[in-house]
């Protein structure tokens, strides 16, 4: 079997899922060719484990101060030229197309023919999961942005849908810092976050952020930029992790029993939904803006225990050799039968 691999590369949730699937598929022998779009060429890193992969300017939402601008965004779609891209790739030799919520590849598998499935945690929005603040414009995008013939999705919890637990592994930690903090919330401004941490300095936060301060920092607030060795370190022995409200990030926390404060990027679809099921399932705090009384109160607040989500990866490649395509019912009840979720969940349907 040979299979093109396109992955949305705005943001490192999705390449950190395809990574646990490249795992998988060489593990395999499993022919794969990756495709990235969505940030420029030289802004990706630590790429090794995808090989000779290809990049495509595709589309991306344009965010100013935490919040989507849909000008900017619409602006930039047209100029990047989608169009040619979806049309210059020829996707035919392939036995299928793989997508995680990646357009080119998508149109181009549809306009040509040949199979494709997404995986991706937007899929698992089109069921009835919860949701928040959506618009009709959110739904187009949601169904028409990359487009494929079967979609499988994946989330903290099935809401009796057939929907896949999240893709995660991660290191156990070996030891845990209660106050020590990571931050992720590359949306905001660099000098916003250092106001909003300042006055905490009875813990350490450890900032990753692709723009430093303009500010001098003081001594409990260390600055990185994005290291992936670096960050899951820090993921690893933190006590808790203040982020935007993306999927991947917020997984690997509950993997590993971390206390989450969550801030969505405002007029962001994904990201409001996914705060709608966190707050459900009372899996984290969540706040609409840089808010020092909810920081206080969270940062006195317990760890939960840890999730321990199993090795969809490989589940997931299994199922894709058989080829019985339509039929995945059986495989996410055969990966949620493995979870052993907290008790305050298990009544959330």
Known sequence: MKILYGVQGTGNGHISRARVMAKAMKNRNIEVDFLFSGRP???YFDMQEFGDYQV???LSFVTESGRINLLKTAQNSVS???FNE???LDVRDYDL????FEPVTAWAAKQQGVKSISISHQAALQYPVPKQGGSWLDEVILNHFAPTDIALGCHWHHFGCPILPPFVEVDEPSTQFCHQILVYLPFENADDIAEFLKPFDDYQFFVYHSVKPIKPLPEHIQWHGFSRD????????CGGVMANAGFELASEAMALGKKLLVKPLIGQFEQSANVAALELLAAADCMQTLDNAKLTRWLKAPSPEAIHYPKVGDALVDWLTIGEWQQPQQLCDQLWSQVELPENWRKRQ
């Open 97 to 100: 197309v793989l997508n995680d």
């Open 230 to 237: 670096g960050f899951k370190q820090h993921l690893s022995q």
């Open 80 to 82: 990047r030229s989608i």
């Open 41 to 43: 060429e030289e802004h």
């Open 56 to 58: 495509r300017k595709g």
């Open 86 to 88: 979806v049309k210059q």
